[in-house]
């Protein structure tokens, strides 16, 4: 047993070249594999990032029926009581509470449909980020009654500006009457995108409860995780409890679906490189174990004249080709882990790049991940060992007087 | 092991029969040869005479297209590939014409290497090696790889790898074809020390007039026939 190891130990180093471009070749194919997966991981990331962090939050707790049209009287059931469980839940960076109605914002000289929003100053900040958007004025306080915050296309296009009067018109809960109120443009904001800049404004939630009709009542909680993935789960702990009395707790894969196809498509893609890689470097180990095989045919006759039995013949072609996977995996996971820890300091930058309906705010930093290191260089070795068994096959049927010829 | 009694390798109108691109040849035509026990054989012949193949079908190397092969009384046609090999490490040793040494393997691993598949236990090995190195005169070469001796001194380890084994026989395929007199000469010598001291069998194929001289029985092949057997 152990000389058969030793041998397949040594006949991988016996043609040091072919063995060494084999093993750059296999652990290029894993530490791209490697790399692809902390890219695809983090770009996911950011791009739930970019589509939760700037304003909707990971995930959001409604009156069930309230998403189809946003109906002024689909508030959430016990949301005070809600909101005070919610300041105890750990797996929460944050929370805040909204209120939100379509409605119409009016300038001087023009008019706009919007969606108008009630929101908590202070709260907000450890949801969103309107505060860091401000591109004029100021962002609301909670003693700014009369201000509201409105996007700059919507600014361009009621061609109004910081000071400027408008009156926002919405309906008031349960009666359905109109209900009208001044506000001044207090601040201008930018999301970079449209839907935001054009169609939103923002103002105090009590603010937004009186016009509103709703008393203390709410139609919104935006939720931000410490682990963004948690809210992507069938179940976890926050959905499971919030998720009754008719209110219903909404994780962003539900509230963006075509960002979750997305990504669902992009791990799929994960999958399809990891069958091309891995066919590559199965290819090429078996390419290298028959280019030795050739070489030493007479050697393989030698074997089984002095009694070698096929099976230990083909057990030393697969402790090479295990071994070579071997040796090629620490060079992948070397290699691979070079990679990532480069870019995960400098980033990859797309700031500015929309895909998918998202702009990239920030860089991409592709980060480690457990799966990389433990779950793709066994996946190799095994697969590696695994193709091995038709060149150890090959060895084992060798017909000694005719491989005694080959020389 | 085998019967000190019977023959050791027995053929009973043996013919191989090849395809050489469309054309069918037979090298060997019906062969009737027996090996006993302690003798010194050579085959002799011309290139193409069939004296590889033959020493192929007796080692069980190679099947033959008819006729019937015995190692110890039982055709081997009977065999397993498994009991084939098992036959050929316990019974028949090699000498090859190029040595054929495992280049990665030592001195000591290289003849060490049919007692370890044989199951030798290790203390036994070592003494079996060092007395052999000792019996081909390379005691300071163990170590040292194929590659780093002269053709001589690497036949001489595929005379100790083939000794250490103790087989029945030992086949030698044309054994000093790549040396020169003088070590040729000196592995002769050495081959009939071991056969007449240690009553080791030998069965070469050769054209080298030193192993024909030296042979107790000549046997000469012509054309795939025997044309002669003294």
Not at chain 1, 274 to 279: H, K, N, P, R, T
Not at chain 2, 50 to 65: A, E, V
């Amino acid at each position: 047993m152990w000389l058969v190891i030793k041998l397949a130990w040594r006949n991988i180093f016996r043609n040091k070249r072919r063995t060494i471009l084999s093993v750059l070749a296999i652990g290029v194919g894993l530490a791209a594999m490697m790399f692809a997966d902390a890219l695809i991981i983090s770009l996911g990331e950011t791009m739930v990032r970019s589509a939760t962090e700037d304003f909707s939050g990971n995930a959001q707790i409604h009156q069930s029926e309230f998403v189809k049209n946003l109906e002024v009287e689909k508030v959430i059931v016990n949301s005070d009581q809600i909101l005070e469980d919610l300041k105890n839940e750990s797996e929460l960076a944050g929370f805040t509470p909204r209120v939100l109605s379509y409605g119409m914002l009016t300038s001087t000289s023009d008019a706009n449909n919007i969606i108008v929003y009630g929101i908590d100053p202070e709260q907000e900040k450890g949801v969103s980020r309107i505060s860091q958007l401000m591109v004029k004025g100021d962002y609301l306080t909670a003693q700014d009654d009369r201000k509201i915050l409105i996007g700059k296309k919507l600014a361009d296009n009621l061609n109004i500006g910081i000071g400027d009067r408008v009156v926002v018109t919405v309906a008031k809960s349960g009666v359905g009457d109109l209900s009208q109120e001044m506000f001044r443009v207090g601040g201008i904001f930018s999301f970079g995108v449209r839907e935001m800049d054009e169609n939103v404004a923002f103002i105090n939630l009590n603010v937004a409860q009186g016009i509103l009709n709703l008393g203390s009542q709410i139609h919104e909680i935006a939720l931000n995780f410490k682990d963004l993935n948690i809210p992507a789960q069938k179940h976890y702990p926050i959905a499971t409890k919030y998720s009754k009395d008719g209110n219903v707790v909404s994780g962003w894969n539900k509230m963006f679906k075509d960002l979750a196809a997305i990504l669902e498509f992009t791990q799929f893609s994960l999958g399809i490189l990891a069958v091309i890689l891995f066919g590559i470097i199965a290819f090429g180990i078996m390419n290298t174990l028959f280019m030795s095989l050739y070489e030493r045919m007479f050697e393989f006759g030698v074997l089984r004249a002095v009694g070698t039995r096929p099976a230990v013949v083909a057990r030393m072609i697969l402790y090479e080709a295990f071994m070579l996977a071997l040796v090629s995996s620490v060079a992948g996971v070397i290699m691979g882990f070079v990679l990532i820890s480069f870019f995960s300091k400098y980033g990859i930058d797309y700031r500015g790049i929309e895909y998918a309906h998202l702009v990239f705010k920030d860089k991409i930093y592709p980060h480690f991940r457990l799966v990389q290191f433990i779950l793709y260089p066994p996946c190799l070795i095994a697969f590696a060992t695994l193709v091995g068994i038709y060149p150890a096959v090959y060895a084992a049927k060798i017909i000694p007087a005719v491989a005694l010829r080959k020389k | 092991m085998i019967s000190n009694s019977g023959d050791i390798l027995r053929t009973e109108s043996v013919m191989k029969t090849y395809m050489s691109g469309e054309i069918e040849v037979t090298a060997l035509h019906k062969i009737n040869i027996a090996i006993k026990k302690g003798e010194f054989t050579a085959i002799a012949g011309p290139s193409g005479s069939g004296k590889s193949t033959l020493l192929n079908l007796l080692s069980g190397l190679d099947r033959p297209s008819s006729g019937k092969v015995f190692i110890d009384q039982k055709p081997i046609s009977d065999m397993s590939g498994n009991q084939l090999s098992d036959f050929r490490r316990d019974h028949i040793g090699f000498i090859f014409q190029s040595y054929n040494l495992i280049p990665v393997l030592t001195v000591k691993e290289n003849i060490e290497y049919i007692m370890l598949i044989q199951g030798v236990p290790e203390a036994e090995r070592a003494q079996r090696v060092n007395d052999v190195l000792k019996d081909v005169g390379l005691t300071t070469m163990g170590n040292r790889r194929p590659a780093q001796l002269s053709g001589g001194q690497q036949q001489r380890v595929a005379i100790a790898r083939a000794v250490v084994s103790r087989p029945s026989i030992i086949l030698a395929d044309e054994p000093t074809a790549n040396l020169d007199s003088v070590t040729a000469d000196n592995l002769i010598d050495m081959m009939r020390s071991l056969n007449e001291t240690k009553g080791i069998t030998f069965l070469f194929s050769t054209h080298d007039k030193r192993i024909m001289d030296h042979s107790k029985r000549l046997i000469i092949l012509k054309d795939g026939n025997i044309d002669s057997d003294t």
